[in-house]
């Protein structure tokens, strides 16, 4: 490489990470009280920032490695964890539901593994029911179990008859952890430390059974009810936790509710080793990644054109490429992750929030085309 090149690719660092930490200082002056940033786009040290609000240092100094409940992007562990015991030959994606769970899922006998893992089952998603408001807030001490989750769900009338649809629905996780105990045996905290975690050295990835945290952790926050804003529902108005500066810390809230849809907690830094591991076939053979792979188009209300979902992962083709991403949303914590085909390229961002401004929604979208753009085919 010349020194032309060199030069070049060394502007071009300098401009990202200039690019980047501006947007995440324009978001926390748009109200978001933390923003970490980290980009590994294969060539160098990676990227990583965080800024943080000066009300919040209080509570803590926020770091670029920090500990996160990664939400929804517990689905992509999920999914691994499956296709794992598929090349096991001790599930197949074909199974019904029933097999596993056998009167616990509405229409089980027509939902297989597969429609569960791409959202194409049918099922009510749980988190819509009124019920679980208080679990979703910290209100609730109950620890909801994946039965009683499927019980309610129940209840509900089915959106689609299975396979002639899609929506996201965390109830399709829920029972996908129930299938994942039921054929091992083991708990959902045991597999992703002796499947997932162990294997990889990730030290500071985890199934949480609770609200105690492993590490340096960052603190989530919502605002408080008087400043939440006036479109949030009555019933998810309201959080627990310690109160100060318009917001509450959540940081110490278990969402009860919570299980093999949203439970893992992760790094920045633990989540680019686990895409770099997944892409690149060390978790799964090949047969079974090609599953992963394999989309159906997001045609839910609301989705934008272009996302499609495989197992426990999605895609979209963006202006700059075709990236493989998820993101998660639990209460004081949002998180993106985003990779290329191939594992080498990885980014990630946390809000230390889930409710954004408007203007800071807009501002968060300009960092989630950057970070695409870091990492794209």
Not at 188 to 213: F, K, M, N, Q
Not at 286 to 298: D, I, K, N
């Amino acid at each position: 490489m010349g020194l032309r090149t060199v030069s070049a690719v060394r502007r071009d660092g300098d401009a990202t990470r200039a690019h980047l930490r501006a947007l995440a200082r324009e978001l926390v002056d748009e109200g978001v009280p933390g923003v970490i940033v980290r980009v590994d786009d294969g060539h160098g040290r990676p990227v990583e920032i965080s800024e943080q609000a000066a009300w919040t240092r209080k509570d803590h100094r926020l770091g670029a490695d920090d500990e996160v409940r990664e939400a929804s992007n517990t689905k992509t562990v999920m999914a691994t964890l499956v296709l794992q015991l598929v090349a096991e030959h001790r599930l197949a994606l074909t199974d019904p539901v029933d097999k596993w769970l056998p009167g616990q899922v509405r229409n089980g006998g027509a939902i297989t593994l597969r429609m569960l893992l791409n959202h194409t089952s049918g099922l009510f998603d749980y988190t819509e029911d009124p019920a679980l408001a208080p679990a979703l807030t910290g209100q609730d001490p109950h620890v909801w179990t994946s039965r009683e989750i499927l019980h309610l769900v129940s209840g509900h009338p089915a959106l689609f008859e299975p396979g002639t649809g899609w929506s996201y629905s965390n109830t399709n996780y829920i029972a996908i952890g129930a299938v994942l105990e039921k054929a091992t045996g083991r708990s959902l905290a045991a597999l992703v430390r002796d499947r997932i975690a162990a294997p990889l050295g990730l030290r500071h990835t985890y199934y949480a059974t609770g609200s105690a945290w492993h590490g340096r952790h960052a603190h989530g926050y919502e605002p408080d009810a008087a400043h939440m804003p006036p479109e949030v529902p009555e019933e998810l108005r309201t959080y627990a936790g310690p109160q100060h500066d318009d917001h509450v810390d959540v940081t110490g809230d278990y969402v009860t509710a919570d299980g093999a849809d949203a439970a893992v907690v992760s790094t920045a830094g633990d989540w680019s080793r686990f895409y770099g591991a997944l892409m690149s076939g060390r978790l799964l053979p090949a047969a079974q990644l090609a599953e992963m792979r394999t989309t159906v188009p997001e045609d839910g209300p609301g989705d934008p054109d272009g996302l499609r979902y495989g197992l426990g992962i999605e895609t979209e083709t963006t202006d700059c490429g075709t990236v493989w991403d998820h993101v998660g949303i639990v209460p004081g914590y949002a998180t993106y992750n985003v990779t290329d085909s191939t594992g080498r390229r990885t980014a990630s961002f946390f809000f230390a929030t889930s409710t954004l401004t408007r203007q800071a929604h807009q501002t968060g979208a300009a960092l989630m085309d950057a970070v695409n753009c870091a990492v794209a085919d």
